[in-house]
């Protein structure tokens, strides 16, 4: 690490006062590297915005801010794990089924709306990001939806639900064409599962290098 970061981590608050020696330098302590320690650790699992808030708190000697930041924080990655469960449940039924065959002529964009109880505006927002390929009638140039994306529009309903971005369920539909089914929601759930665990592992981390490091505070 270079020595402009460390000042630039003490000028943001990671740092307790530091004191300065009579030629101008900062001198750092044992008390300044397991901050470091914390605030580094606390960084892979609240960000690095997170983190430094944590520690511009507990170097204020604001505690309570301190630890409702850090419980938002575990809030927020556990409505996250149930968002997924409740994902998964939806998807696997839907994705790794064929598409229900539609008795009859396509959906217009307004029976599709209808079926999924959308706004049909929707529906033509999710055909704008990609996440929906409807064929047009040649006469009329309304749009169809064949049993294919009305599958699709039914997978998207589930994950916008579950705080999807239109992004990144066009990532998931399109991958699962790729994959040709199963396969692409495996791989997105696992991820996703991997992210999640990997998360909690760092709030471990960083919450044990936290308390070393306010232990050493009380000890000050």
């Known amino acids: 690490m270079s020595a402009q970061a460390i000042r630039n981590y003490d000028d943001a608050g990671v740092f307790p006062p530091t004191e300065r020696s009579e030629s101008g330098y900062r001198r750092y302590t044992a008390l300044h590297a397991q901050a470091l320690r914390a605030f580094l650790a606390l960084r892979r699992g609240h960000g690095h915005q997170g983190a430094s808030r944590i520690m511009l708190a507990i170097n204020r000697g604001d505690s309570e801010t301190a630890y409702r930041l850090i419980d938002t924080a575990h809030e927020t990655l556990g409505a996250e794990r149930h968002t997924r469960a409740d994902v998964a449940a ?5 994705s790794s089924a064929p598409p229900s065959p539609i008795v009859g002529r ?5 029976e599709l709306a209808r079926r999924l109880d ?12 990609r996440i929906l390929h409807p064929d047009r009638d040649p006469a009329t140039g309304y749009r169809r939806y064949d049993a294919a994306n009305v599958r699709d529009a039914e997978i998207a309903r589930q994950l916008r639900r579950g ?20 396969d692409a929601l495996h791989t997105f759930l696992d ?8 998360r909690s592992r760092h709030f471990l981390t960083g919450a044990g290098q936290l308390d070393r490091y306010l232990t050493m505070l009380d000890a000050a």
Not at 118 to 129: D, Q
């Open 191 to 198: 991820s996703w599962q991997s992210r999640l665990t990997e």
């Open 118 to 129: 959308l706004h049909p505006a929707t529906l033509r927002t999710w055909e704008t990001e």
């Open 163 to 182: 705080g999807y971005p239109l992004h990144r369920v066009a990532q998931f539909v399109e991958s699962l064409h790729t994959a040709g089914g199963a």
């Open 106 to 110: 396509p959906l217009t964009v307004g």
């Open 90 to 94: 939806a998807l696997d039924s839907l």
